[in-house]
């Protein structure tokens, strides 16, 4: 079993950017001349330095695969289309299903934060904050995570994007019922799955970010 698999999710639809942006997929939108798939890879550098073996991009764009390819010579993936975060980590089964940690990261995103290997496998980095355009965390009185909830502003500990996951857990969860009634109705969140993960015993800690920079609408680039 290997121990970690990397996928950064490239596959959202981007509906916001889609008034301005209509011919280019999100991911190779700029920020100060760099696509932000390519900001979301060095905010990756910053945390896993050492992470590119086992890095893979999944997106349905074939023009994000093909840039991915040239640029950086990262294994890609196309799960074709999905309706939410969750779904195209289902369907990117095969390839993270011999690890034993699954790490994620949004391809809208730009931090600065500890190395992971040199706290816990298990971290959720965070940011403070009080928009509702994220999911947040509650802390045990041991400083573990012990709640987390989408778009609703809990704390002032916001998570910026990066999940680990339990893989023997996360297909647990795929094989459940609850699941799949509960994607049956609406979209599913990584944070539900991270609050599966803590249901089944996994134990979160969080660090906060430097140099955070939400890359998600358009007007994070103005």
Do not use: H
């Not at 040239?70 to 990117?92: M, Q, W, Y």
């Not at 790490?103 to 965070?126: G, M």
Request: charged letters at 25%; aromatic letters at 14%.
């Amino acid at each position: 079993m290997n121990s970690n698999t990397i996928i950064l999710l490239a596959n959202g639809k981007g509906t916001r950017f889609k008034s301005n942006f209509n011919d280019i997929p999100k991911p190779l939108i700029k920020y100060k001349d760099k696509e932000l798939i390519t900001w979301s890879l060095k905010a990756l550098k910053t945390i896993i330095p050492k992470s590119w073996d086992n890095t893979i991009v999944v997106s349905k764009y074939s023009s994000v695969r093909e840039f991915i390819i040239k640029k950086f010579n990262f294994r890609v993936f196309d799960p074709g289309e999905t309706n939410s975060p969750a779904e195209t980590i289902l369907k990117s089964k095969k390839l993270w299903e011999g690890s034993k940690i699954l790490y994620t990261l949004d391809c809208d995103v730009y931090f600065e934060a500890q190395n992971l290997y040199k706290i816990s496998p298990y971290t959720l980095y965070t940011v403070n904050s009080s928009s509702e355009n994220f999911s947040y965390v509650k802390l045990a009185q041991n400083g573990t995570v012990n709640y987390i909830k989408e778009k609703e502003v809990i704390s002032n500990q916001a998570i910026v994007g990066f999940y680990s996951f339990d893989t023997e857990k996360l297909k647990s969860l795929f094989k459940d019922k609850k699941y799949i009634e509960l994607s049956s109705t609406r979209e599913v969140f990584l944070s539900d799955i991270v609050r599966d993960q803590i249901k089944k015993g996994i134990k979160y800690s969080t660090s906060f970010v430097k140099n955070y920079k939400s890359l998600g609408t358009p007007i994070d680039l103005e």
